[in-house]
Nanobody, 125 residues
């Protein structure tokens, strides 16, 4: 069974950093694309970053470019989202999702197979 588990969220002051992890199981990790999304209270879920595991191509939303870095460790079936220079507007629940087509559609996925349960990120002023 395909499963995704996020971790690494928490409370951090503005300007601080967090590293989120998304561990996948039940699928051939290298064949997939993995996306990070976030949803703030009262707002729609938005694509933050995406990576094609096979070719390493990465995509970022303009709002996080130069602050966030997506990476993968295929040996650990894990995708990371390193978040630096965090701002209060980054506060949201962060989700990862898997796409068996292996190709991101910008910061979104072509076909979401599974969502993770999410991890909360709160950035205080």
């Amino acid at each position: 069974e395909v499963d995704l588990v996020e971790s690494g969220g928490g409370l951090v002051q503005a300007g601080g950093s967090l590293r989120l992890s998304c561990v996948g199981s039940g699928f051939t990790f290298e064949d997939y694309a993995i996306g990070w999304f976030r949803q703030a209270p009262g707002k729609e879920r938005e694509g933050v970053s995406c990576i094609n595991i096979s070719d390493g191509r990465k995509y970022y939303a303009d709002s996080v470019k130069d602050r966030f870095t997506i990476s993968s460790d295929n040996a650990k079936n894990t995708v990371y989202l390193q978040m630096n220079s965090l701002k209060p507007e980054d506060t949201a629940v962060y989700f990862c999702a898997s796409d068996p087509t292996g190709q991101c559609r910008g910061t979104y996925l072509r076909q979401v197979e599974r969502w993770g349960r999410g991890t909360h990120v709160t950035v205080s002023t």
